[in-house]
């Protein structure tokens, strides 16, 4: 890898302060080495190994059949790719839920062996003490609240979550807990403003309207890789899953014609 002396990794702090210098960050998720290179490439902030893999890499309906040891191999793979981007990762559905003491494991674990540099987990006051107790460790968390995708059957589906009041008391206990930022997904776009302007760390939106102090796309979602639903906020910015589909039919061609390999790409 071409890697510049002068590149060095994001810190959490720096993370953190982008919201007091008005810079928006930038999150795109990442599973494998690739992905991850080209992503740091072009300078995102921080990648995040999500348990959304379970849908767009391995083609579960929904996230929860992910485990911990699959979100330690892909944030290895992602670490590997990485030169400049903070390392966030996943903790899948149900391996933080039954104890406080559960949820330090799992997360020092994707730090100690995963080299990622922070974990997100899912919900707000009924997770504050899970979240104070891994801080407590020395692991930084990123809360997530609005539409957990990890609840869905609890939550009936992948739908809106417009609760003002539970949503501004979740917000504030993620914050209180000592969370270093926030992942709103799915929420009205006014009442995510009022999130982001009522608490100190950064605010990043997935489906939560431009006033979040930044924002994260799923790698397949933004590329236009995944061949399934499309959510209202995804923004596509590329047509990848055509232009493989193209390139891979002009491969079929050349092969069943002969006219692949020629000399070109033979050795003589
Ligand atoms: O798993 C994931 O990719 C996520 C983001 C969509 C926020 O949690």
């Known amino acids: 890898m071409n890697v510049s002396p002068t590149v060095r990794p994001v810190t959490v702090p720096e993370f953190c302060a ?7 960050l930038v999150v795109v998720t990442a599973y494998d080495y690739t992905s991850a290179y080209w992503c740091d490439a072009a300078g995102v902030d921080a990648l995040l190994v999500g348990d959304s893999l379970g849908m767009v890499v391995q083609g579960h309906a929904h996230a929860l059949p992910v485990t911990l040891n699959q979100i330690l191999y892909h944030t290895r793979c992602v670490q590997r790719g990485t030169r400049h981007a903070l390392i966030i990762a996943d903790l899948p559905f149900l391996t933080y839920q039954v104890s406080t003491a559960q949820a330090v494991r799992s997360a020092g674990k994707l730090l100690k062996y995963g080299g990622a540099h922070a974990i997100k987990l899912e919900g707000g006051v009924r997770m504050a003490a899970t979240i104070q107790a891994c801080v407590r460790a020395g692991i930084p968390i990123m809360g997530h609240i609005g539409l957990t995708p990890q609840a869905v059957h609890q939550l009936g589906g992948f739908r809106v979550q417009r609760n003002r009041e539970q949503l501004l008391a979740d917000a ?9 930022a926030l992942v709103l997904e799915s929420i009205p776009a006014d009442l995510a403003a009022e999130i982001t302007a009522a608490v100190p760390i950064p605010t990043i939106g997935i489906g939560a309207g431009p006033h979040c102090d930044g924002q994260v796309l799923v790698f397949h979602d933004l590329l236009g890789l995944y061949p399934n639903f499309q959510p209202k906020f995804v923004k596509r910015y590329a047509e990848l899953g055509t232009l493989i589909k193209n390139a891979i039919e002009t491969f079929c061609q050349d092969v069943r014609s002969g006219t692949f390999p020629t000399a070109q790409h033979s050795y003589l």
């Not at 982008?18 to 928006?24: C, D, E, F, I, L």
């Open 18 to 24: 982008a919201k007091s210098q008005g810079r928006k």
């Open 172 to 180: 504030h206990a993620v914050v209180q807990a000592g969370a270093f």
